[in-house]
């Protein structure tokens, strides 16, 4: 079933179109944005929030999740993936489940930051190694 065309946003990634909505019914209050690649069907990518999640996330989101095993074009579970406003993207995404709680609620949320932060250094500085 597509996403509703109220609200609904339209982003291209790997020259594939996308719609996203924030905040779709199914998400339990979460506040959870919905991504489905436009065809309007296959796997839906849900993107668990900790912060606002603007069109410009998004993109990123989407590389995120086809890199770590989302095929949108696939029926099956949505894929669940977490943001963090605290750090830029690509590096603020991390995989969640559908039954974790509440990324901004987890009581582990401070560990997991703490983690991305110290991967998205760690690419940083194998990064300027290459370069010198």
């Known amino acids: 079933m597509a996403l509703p065309k109220r609200n609904r946003r339209t982003v291209k990634v790997r020259d594939?179109?996308?719609?996203?909505?924030?905040?779709?019914?199914?998400?339990?209050?979460?506040?959870?944005?919905t991504v489905q690649h436009s065809a309007g069907c296959g796997a839906r990518l849900m993107i668990d929030p900790y912060g606002t999640i603007i069109y410009d996330v998004v993109p990123f989101a989407i590389e995120f999740a086809l890199d770590h095993g989302w095929n949108p074009l696939e029926s099956g579970e949505p894929f669940w993936i977490a943001y963090s406003w605290l750090l830029e993207p690509p590096a603020?995404?991390?995989?969640?489940?559908?039954?974790?709680?509440?990324?901004?609620?987890?009581?582990?949320?401070?560990?997991?930051?703490?983690?991305?932060?110290?991967?998205?250094?760690?690419?940083?500085?194998?990064?300027?190694?290459?370069?010198?």
């Not at 594939?16 to 944005?33: E, F, I, L, P, Q």
């Not at 582990?108 to 500085?125: M, S």
Request: aromatic residues 12%; hydrophobic residues 30%; positive net charge.
């Open 16 to 33: 594939c179109t996308y719609h996203w909505v924030k905040g779709s019914r199914g998400d339990n209050g979460r506040g959870v944005a």
């Open 92 to 132: 603020c995404f991390i995989l969640r489940s559908k039954n974790a709680p509440p990324f901004w609620n987890d009581p582990r949320r401070k560990e997991i930051e703490r983690d991305i932060r110290d991967r998205y250094y760690k690419k940083l500085l194998s990064e300027m190694e290459l370069i010198q």
